[in-house]
């Protein structure tokens, strides 16, 4: 019996059973569909990630409290950075054009009738130009907003849409942990960061922020969240994050450990990519055991098919088939129902992708590669589980399998 008329032969066994045939296929279908989407989802994941932080430019550094090591141990942030590093930074750094403070915490902020907790950041007037933000109404924050520590607000474009609708919001008045507050200015949409809407947000002076809402918590000065820094132009991020350390070294008079991370966009980026690329190839090997279970569940039906087809068995192998044709023939039928599976599931995962690309920030892709790797992984589990059932049926003796049918 020619390969031809053997696929032949396994097309019209499946399908004479479709049901059985599907509930079958739905193990594979279920283990493409979520491979391809799992890492669909986690390049688009990743790729929106990389999309933030090169947003900032390519000459932005930050300073944040406490080693590394220090923050995994706690989760509290290290109080170790405080403005006077700042403006350190700021005066005594070369490779340094701005210095941006920042203080952050969630605040209740009310107006008339509404009342919601958003982000409230305490920042400087540089906080603009190193963050690459814009005003889309009214102003910013000034540099005698932060001296007099000014009650003024400048809001984001989401804050802001919510509560004042289509009414301008410049010179209300809104309240921040019950201390009245005038609207200055409302952001330009800048999204997320660091797992934060920004758009959703209130920028006060940074002084205001320590004087009136978060107090002094550090023996040293105005603690602050982190510290955002731009170089001079790109060449000049290596340098300046080498000054930095070795500044804030000595102004912290360290000997051993830092009590600070200076992070440089590629850092960040770097350690973006390994988290996310990390959590892809979990997701996928957690969506491949699908792939496994399903082709358990093709052996056994194979399994059950044999006791089923003794007689057919028995008939062809006493008419001249051999025990190659009746293995091929089983083992044609497995890898159909794996390979019609993986083609299912992948058109299921590609359908998944779209629809999360269409209703969601993620840019999920689909990845020719995770298709090409999840039919053949199918095609080759049907292949392995179903030499079992073949080999049992090819070892049928003809007389005893006519016997027993």
């Keep these: 019996m020619d390969w031809l008329e053997s696929g032949k032969m396994a097309v019209k066994t499946l399908t004479a059973n479709k049901?059985?045939?599907?509930?079958?296929?739905?193990?594979?279908?279920?283990?493409?569909?979520?491979?391809?989407?799992?890492?669909?989802?986690?390049?688009?994941?990743?790729?929106?990630?990389?999309?933030?932080?090169?947003?900032?430019?390519?000459?932005?550094?930050f300073v944040t409290p406490g080693s590394g090591q220090a923050r995994q141990r706690t989760t509290n942030l290290p109080r170790t950075l405080v403005w006077g590093d700042a403006i350190a930074i700021a005066s005594q750094v070369p490779s340094v054009k701005e210095v941006a403070a920042q203080r952050q915490s969630q605040q209740p902020i009310v107006y008339g009738g509404r009342n919601r907790s958003s982000l409230v950041v305490g920042t400087t007037p540089e906080f603009l130009s190193v963050r690459d933000f814009d005003v889309a109404k009214g102003r910013f924050l000034t540099n005698g907003d932060v001296d007099r520590s000014t009650k003024v607000a400048v809001l984001g474009p989401e804050l802001a849409?919510?509560?004042?609708?289509?009414?301008?919001?410049?010179?209300?008045?809104?309240?921040?942990?019950?201390?009245?507050?005038?609207?200055?200015?409302v952001m330009q949409a800048k999204g997320s960061f660091l797992g934060s809407n920004q758009d959703d947000a209130v920028y006060i002076p940074l002084t205001t922020t320590a004087n009136l809402l978060t107090g002094r918590t550090s023996p040293y000065g105005l603690d602050l969240t982190f510290v955002s820094v731009s170089a001079k132009d790109e060449a000049s991020v290596q340098a300046a994050e080498f000054q930095i350390t070795n500044l804030l070294r000595l102004r912290h008079k360290i000997v051993n450990e830092d009590d600070f991370t200076v992070q440089t966009q590629k850092d960040i980026l770097r350690i973006v990519g390994t988290i996310t690329g990390g959590l892809t190839a979990m997701l996928a090997a957690i969506a491949g055991i699908s792939l496994l279970v399903g082709g358990i569940g093709i052996m056994n039906i194979m399994l059950v098919s044999v006791t089923e087809?003794?007689?057919?068995?028995?008939?062809?192998?006493?008419?001249?088939?051999?025990?190659?044709?009746?293995?091929?023939?089983?083992?044609?039928?497995?890898v159909l129902l794996s390979a019609a599976g993986g083609l299912i599931g992948t058109g299921v995962g590609v359908g998944g992708i779209l629809l999360v690309s269409a209703f969601s920030?993620?840019?999920?892709?689909?990845?020719?590669?995770?298709?090409a790797l999840a039919v053949s992984v199918s095609g080759t589990i049907g292949l392995v589980f179903g030499v079992i059932p073949a080999r049992q049926a090819a070892k049928l003796d003809p007389i005893v399998a006519l016997r027993s049918a």
């Excluded at 008939?315 to 497995?334: H, N, Y």
């Design 161 to 185: 849409a919510d509560y004042f609708g289509s009414k301008d919001p410049i010179g209300q008045r809104i309240r921040i942990r019950n201390i009245s507050f005038e609207v200055v200015g």
């Design 19 to 61: 049901l059985r045939s599907s509930l079958t296929m739905l193990g594979m279908i279920i283990g493409n569909a979520s491979v391809i989407a799992m890492i669909g989802i986690g390049q688009g994941a990743q790729r929106l990630a990389s999309e933030q932080f090169e947003s900032l430019g390519p000459n932005v550094l």
């Design 361 to 371: 920030p993620l840019q999920a892709s689909v990845a020719p590669l995770a298709i």
């Design 309 to 334: 087809r003794t007689q057919e068995i028995g008939l062809r192998k006493a008419i001249g088939a051999t025990e190659q044709d009746v293995l091929v023939q089983f083992m044609i039928e497995a």
